[in-house]
Every structure is written in structure tokens, then in C-alpha cells.
Nanobody, 124 residues
Framework: EVQLVESGGGLVQAGGSLRLSCEAS????????IGWFRQAPGKEREGVSC????????HYADSVKGRFTISVVNAKNTVYLQMNSLKPEDTAVYYC?????????????????WGQGTQVTVSS
């Protein structure tokens, strides 16, 4: 069974940093791609970043490019999202998702496994 557990959210001032973690179980990173998503109040969930560990490919939404970094530590079965230079508009519930695929990861609408989410609040 695919399971995803996020952690690391919190309250931070604008310009600050947070690192989110997504601990995965029940599958191999060689067979699945992992994405980070966020959903702000009143808005649809959007794909933020993703990684295909098997081919070493990453993708970032334009809104976070240059500020967020996605990475994998295979030994810990964990995917991280390092978020720097945070802005109030980054405030949202952040989810990690998984999709059985070994190639491109940016087809965000196809993800079908989800964690419970972690709240990120950036104050101005």
C-alpha cells in the first residue's frame, strides 16, 4: 500500500525558509515519481515541484523556480522540499503525491496517491 506522510510545515516570516519532508512507504522511488502540491484557501490544488528519481529529472512551477529545491534521500525513503525566500503567497497546505511512472513527473493532474498535508503559513 502506498503511504505518504508529510511533515515540516509551520509559521515563518516572509524571506524565511522551511524544509518539508515526505516519508514514503509501500513502493520504490524507481517505479514512482513524487510531486509536491499546494492548496491555498479558495484555490485549486496546484503542482509546485516534482522529481523522477529513476532518470534524475526535476520540474518546478514558475512561481517557485529559483526558491524551492526538491530532493530525494533513498536511504530514508524521503523526498524533501527546501523552500527559501518564502512569500506570503506561498501560504497553503502542502501535499506530496505519488504517481506510478518512471519518466516525466510534471503531469500533475495524473497523481493518484496523496499524503494528509502540512500547513505552511508565511507572514508579511
Amino acid at each position: 500500500e502506498v503511504q505518504l506522510v508529510e511533515s515540516g510545515g509551520g509559521l515563518v516570516q516572509a524571506g524565511g525558509s522551511l524544509r518539508l519532508s515526505c516519508e514514503a512507504s509501500g513502493f520504490s522511488f524507481d517505479d514512482y515519481v513524487i510531486g509536491w502540491f499546494r492548496q491555498a484557501p479558495g484555490k485549486e490544488r496546484e503542482g509546485v515541484s516534482c522529481i523522477s528519481n529513476k532518470i534524475g529529472l526535476t520540474h518546478y512551477a514558475d512561481s517557485v523556480k529559483g526558491r524551492f529545491t526538491i530532493s530525494v534521500v533513498n536511504a530514508k525513503n524521503t523526498v524533501y522540499l527546501q523552500m527559501n525566500s518564502l512569500k506570503p503567497e506561498d501560504t497553503a497546505v502542502y501535499y506530496c503525491g505519488a504517481l506510478r511512472s518512471t519518466y516525466y513527473c510534471s503531469n500533475y493532474g495524473a497523481y493518484d496517491h496523496w499524503g494528509q498535508g502540512t500547513q505552511v503559513t508565511v507572514s508579511s
